[in-house]
């Protein structure tokens, strides 16, 4: 689990359990529950699980307490506590389907082979109202054959991405991968959270088939690169795969220009550079690699001072925008960026760490030899696609003798990359 992000209040354990236990109607002003069960994430102890407990047994129906109810189940989960599995069953027939949800999610994270959980969860398929497709993704993650005629029903159901979970858990059940073709068909569908679950899909079902079609997917590179690194992950080691049969659908989906994707998106009238430039705000990244496509081929004069002036007032701050940006600043060859790209090579915020990988590719496309030594610095990060990115960079600067000082690296792709090219350059 990615730890990064979740130790951001200022709480020790203790007031985080103090403040979880205090009712409802005696908080003081600025204090959250909520806020406590969230941090106590970083916290394993039975002290902190107990506390959680507590959380979910009061059952005060105020909305503030029950949003307190779903996030302290979702923190058990977290922390896979297997002593709280009793009183997540037991959330299973709770009246709030919001809390239904989170416990079927954290009884997956934490995993079980009881016969009585996994049935109880199974039955959720015949109620109304329930989020279904967590439900079959869990059962799924578990293994309860005994559900799968139960899952077959939801294979044409009118939620895609629910569909999408149960077609995809049949296949895993039955060993028959005929439906697979409809999962693959869903990374093009127009709703973003639609693309990025039919990903999650095909990891499930291990489709190693669908990589090509994953790094074409118009959804941020996180998830097409989690898409195929999870594949690899299981595929080479089987034998499935080799990573020279990934490698091109790795790199372009770090390499990450808009031609290499098919978009979903299309403007019915040809936009002005203003809304352009808003575009690359949007939370649908095929919205925002559409926008950058469009900039590129109409707008490439003008652009440049245009990503400025929005870096200035807005997209410094908003990593989204800024990720898109930097790119931009590469594909226009935009020399002036130089700095602002070298900036973002070593911004250590962690929110902005695709910018990382992305100034290194930018880099690469304005061809300035100064930034060889930041990148070669790029090479002792923990972050792996930021080395990749950074190893990709140098290849293309003609500088390969990082390749021999990585080959024992701790993370598996740089190794397969490393490995691969020296044997390339000695064959």
């Not at 999650?200 to 790094?215: S, V």
């Not at 095929?286 to 590129?296: E, F, I, N, S, V």
């Not at 935009?334 to 962690?350: F, R, S, V």
Request: glycine fraction near 4%.
């Amino acid at each position: 689990m990615d730890k990064r992000f979740l130790n951001l209040f200022n709480l020790t354990e203790d007031q985080a359990i103090a403040l979880l236990d205090t009712p409802q109607d005696q908080l003081s002003e600025g204090d959250s529950r909520y806020v406590a069960a969230s941090h106590l994430v970083n916290f394993p102890t039975e002290r902190a699980i107990a506390a959680l407990i507590r959380a979910i047994h009061q059952t005060d129906p105020v909305m503030e307490n029950r949003i307190v109810r779903r996030k302290s189940v979702e923190t058990l989960g977290r922390l896979q506590a297997v002593q709280a599995l009793p009183v997540i069953h037991a959330c299973l027939s709770d009246d709030d389907r919001y809390t239904v949800e989170d416990a079927v999610w954290a009884i997956g994270e934490i995993g079980t082979q009881d016969p009585v959980i996994l049935e109880a969860m199974a039955q959720l398929l015949d109620k109304p109202g329930q989020t279904y497709r967590v439900i079959i993704h869990t059962l799924a993650k578990l293994n309860y054959q005994p559900a799968l005629e139960r899952i077959r029903r939801f294979t044409d159901d009118a939620d895609l991405p629910t569909a999408s979970a149960a077609i995809t858990t049949v296949c895993r059940f039955t060993g028959d991968y005929a439906q697979m073709d409809r999962v693959v068909g869903m990374l093009q569908h127009s709703n973003v959270l639609a693309r990025r679950l039919s990903i999650q899909d095909l990891i499930d079902a291990q489709y190693y088939d669908a990589i090509p079609q994953i790094a074409r997917c118009p959804v941020s590179l996180v998830f097409r690169l989690r898409g195929v690194r999870m594949l690899a992950a299981v595929g080479m080691p089987a034998g499935a795969i080799t990573f020279e049969s990934i490698q091109p659908y790795l790199e372009q989906s770090l390499h990450d220009h808009p031609n290499d994707l098919d978009l979903v998106h299309a403007y019915d009238q040809p936009p002005t550079l203003a809304f352009l430039i808003r575009e690359l705000y949007e939370t649908d990244f095929g919205r925002c690699y559409l926008a950058t496509k469009t900039l590129l081929e109409h707008h490439a004069e003008a652009a440049p001072a245009a990503l400025f002036a929005t870096y200035a007032e807005e997209a410094n701050n908003d990593y989204g925008a800024h990720f898109h940006v930097m790119k931009l600043f590469g594909w226009l060859k935009h020399a002036p960026a130089y700095d602002l790209l070298i900036e973002a090579l070593h911004n250590k915020q962690p929110q902005f760490q695709k910018s990382r990988a992305a100034a290194a590719i930018a880099l690469a496309e304005l061809g300035d030899p100064r930034a060889i030594p930041d990148l070669h610095a790029c090479l002792d990060s923990k972050i792996w696609d930021l080395k990749y990115a950074a190893l990709m960079a140098l290849e293309a600067f003609g500088d390969t003798t990082s390749y021999a000082n990585v080959t024992d690296d701790d993370d598996w792709l740089i190794r397969a990359k490393a490995q691969s090219k020296l044997a390339i350059a000695h064959s």
